[in-house]
């Protein structure tokens, strides 16, 4: 029991040194791998960047320790990173203090799910993600991730759309009116950087080789081009009307959601009393609130949207300070300094002795030093409740994916490997990242190869690299500052390339064409409504279910005829010659509910086509489970067949519903000698009772032939 509790103590039997320098070098290894990636993935959940740190702190260790594989890698991961950014969304604005906070409390809720379907051992109910919804959520996110990463790719700043492919419209028109190429090529110089070492050697860590050039590089260059200036060296009325008008507007929100929250406050007064009257007033005012804020914020977005595509351009003065002009209103006789400076400008009002104008590309910049601080994030029930169908699918998800990688690498290993104590494993990774200021994580394929192919032995690998982040916490984080965002960007559009999976669509309709059609849908469903991602595998999960239960209320019922080969097949599939007096009827399903008039229908039918008719064998070794409306129903069954003149046995029963026949008393009105073991057995004791007055010379069904 203690080691049940503790599962990494049984790693320590027979560890030894040769152990621990392998797993030391596959820790540190997935470590410079780990680093660069978790700050990229962290921007991708809509978080600054070092929270990605501070998620490949706690979480990989604890996971290793408490978890069944040996191998499996947990940290950030692009597909939860997505689906933290798409449930956090509609509540808060990314990387704001709300955001970082729901986003620690989603890692807590995900891990309590995780940690509770373990403990109850219930792993199975990842099942009802099935593999073709999960390949074309997979595919679709993919193309998502990739896409979303084109607004830093092009060193350009948008409004998030209600739809992903409107957002990447407007990506696309900031990128026209302007690219900042030094952000461009920084970009396509770490891409050039990871695909040529992948290609010429796959052990080199081209991720941090990337991550550590282009640092230096923009460094060396100075990038980063930032300015704070007051709003009187802007020469541009235009401008200075924008600014007072965005401002403006950012104010009447402000105030419009005070007087809703007053309004709201006053509307659950009224409804304590009673006062009907007072809370239909209070209704109708909060309907004029929301409206006046959504236009205040049409109008926000408008004016930011003109402020970010003004372009100006900077002329140095004697005494040493800079005036920006309107880059087509610059004067003839002004010297410009060669720079396309912008306006940086974000979801709060802009100060005016405060504006910051950046002449070059993003960076990472500040990243706090040390490690995060221990709490346990607040709770509130109304956020909870949010975050909780979110919370279910990412648990789900995140589980899939770990689950899978765990899987592979075993079949390698050839390790016993428990899907329930892995679950605790994550469960556990993620309360405890939760508590240092994570969010949700979940198994990494690409981590999990790189620390199999480096020779980790134990889950005390992933210690390692825990320890290795902590140093760099600790000690690295100001050789960060100057990492441009373009080359994060970079990173996770090369990590995602291995999510897409063309192939696995061919796969899926090959071997059934509604599966193909399923993760299609769940392809198409997923990038029609992003970033409500939910929405796309809620579709597909639907139209599984659907399918399967289409599929249990309609079972394949086959009439069986002899082959050439002398074995029993589906008469219609192989064209065979059917016999008019006996009617082998095989059902291939569980009798119940659902099906069971199904069954009847199709008996029935089988009755009024053929005149000649005289015995029904069931073949029943396909009924592995029968209900109380399955017995219902065929005890009935045997009563109609009967009274038509006709007789009706069993045969291949299995033993489950021999013992609700038993338990029913149906065994008794069907007849001992009405059930059989095999189907040649039932038909030679049927044989002669039905073709007693038969004109066919020969029965198809015999294995010889008699007259």
């Not at 929301?290 to 049409?298: G, N, P, Q, S």
């Not at 979801?347 to 590309?361: A, F, H, Q, V, Y």
């Not at 969010?439 to 390692?464: D, H, I, K, L």
């Not at 029943?620 to 006709?646: F, W």
Request: overall charge neutral; aromatic content about 8%; hydrophobic content about 45%.
């Amino acid at each position: 029991m203690f080691v049940r509790i503790f599962p990494f103590l049984e790693l320590l039997k027979n560890y030894n040194i040769a152990k621990l320098r392998a797993d030391a070098i596959a820790g540190l290894t997935v470590a410079l791998v780990l680093i660069p990636q978790s700050m990229a993935y962290a921007q991708l959940a809509g978080l600054p960047s070092y929270y990605g740190l501070y998620a490949a702190f706690l979480p990989p260790l604890v996971a290793a320790l408490f978890g069944s594989s040996r191998q499996l890698a947990t940290g950030p991961v692009a597909v939860v990173s997505l689906m933290t950014a798409a449930s956090l969304g509609p509540l808060a604005t990314s990387g704001s203090e709300n955001y970082i906070a729901y986003a620690i409390l989603l890692a807590l809720i995900v891990g309590a799910f995780q940690f509770l379907l373990g403990v109850l051992r219930l792993g199975l109910v990842v099942n009802f993600l099935s593999h073709p919804v999960v390949n074309g959520f997979t595919n679709a996110a993919a193309i998502i991730i990739a896409t979303s990463q084109l607004s830093k790719m092009f060193g350009v700043s948008v409004d998030e759309a209600e739809h992903h492919y409107e957002t990447i419209i407007r990506v696309v028109q900031a990128a026209v009116h302007y690219t900042h190429w030094p952000t461009f090529i920084m970009g396509i110089g770490a891409f050039a950087i990871m695909f040529g070492l992948k290609k010429l050697n796959p052990r080199i860590p081209n991720v941090l080789v990337a991550v550590s050039l282009t640092t230096v590089i923009s460094w060396a260059i100075g990038f980063q081009q930032d300015l704070k200036i007051d709003v009187s060296r802007i020469d541009s009325p235009k401008t200075a009307e924008l600014i007072a008008g965005f401002n403006n507007a950012l104010d009447e929100i402000t105030i419009l959601a005070e007087e809703r929250t007053k309004n709201t406050g006053l509307m659950e007064e009224a409804q304590q009393k009673h006062d009907k009257i007072a809370f239909l007033e209070g209704k109708r005012k909060e309907e004029d609130l929301t409206i006046a804020m959504e236009e205040a914020k049409i109008r926000a977005a408008s004016l930011r949207k003109e402020i970010r595509n003004l372009l100006f351009a900077g002329v140095g003065q004697p005494d040493g300070f800079t005036i920006f002009y309107l880059k087509d209103e610059t004067p003839r006789n002004a010297n410009p300094d060669g720079k396309i400076w912008r306006m940086k400008i974000g979801n709060k009002p802009l100060k005016d002795d405060s504006i910051t104008m950046t002449g070059g590309g993003a960076v990472v910049g500040t990243v706090p030093q040390g490690l995060p601080s221990f709490t346990i994030p607040p709770l509130s029930a109304k956020v909870v409740m949010h975050l909780l169908p979110y919370a279910i699918i990412i648990s789900l998800l995140g589980f899939m994916e770990a689950i899978s990688i765990a899987k592979a690498l075993a079949g390698k290993t050839g390790q016993r490997l428990d899907p329930n104590q892995e679950l605790i494993g994550q469960g556990l990774s993620n309360m405890a990242g939760a508590i240092g200021q994570s969010y949700p994580v979940s198994g990494s394929f690409s981590r999990s190869a790189v620390n199999f192919q480096s020779g980790a032995v134990t889950g005390f690998s992933s210690a390692f690299t825990s320890i290795a982040v902590v140093i760099a916490l600790l000690f690295f984080t100001p050789l960060l500052y100057h990492l441009p965002q373009s080359v994060l960007a970079a990173v996770i559009m090369m990590a995602v390339i291995g999510l897409l999976n063309v192939s696995g669509f061919i796969h899926a309709w090959k071997a059934q064409k509604y599966d193909g059609i399923i993760s299609i849908i769940s392809f198409i469903a997923t990038l029609a409504f992003a970033p409500h991602l939910d929405k796309g595998i809620m579709i597909g999960v639907v139209l599984s279910i659907s399918v399967f239960l289409y599929k249990s209320m309609k079972p394949k019922i086959s009439l069986l005829a002899r082959h050439e080969d002398r074995s029993l097949r589906c008469m219609q599939t192989h064209s065979l010659q059917e016999c008019e007096h006996i009617a082998m009827v095989q059902f291939e399903g569980p009798l119940f509910f659902a099906n069971s008039s199904y069954l009847e229908d199709s008996i029935r039918g089988i009755i009024e086509t053929k005149k000649k008719l005289k015995h029904i064998i069931l073949v029943a070794h396909g009924i592995n489970e029968m209900d109380a409306s399955g017995e219902e129903t065929l005890s009935l069954l045997v009563d109609r067949v009967r009274s038509a003149g006709l007789d009706i046995s069993l045969c291949g029963v299995n033993e489950s519903v021999l013992k609700v026949l038993k338990r029913t008393h149906l065994l008794e009105k069907i007849g001992q000698d009405h059930i059989f073991n095999a189907p040649e057995q039932a038909i030679n004791k049927v044989f002669p009772i039905a073709h007693k007055e038969a004109t066919e010379k020969e029965c198809p069904l015999l294995t010889d032939s008699k007259s």
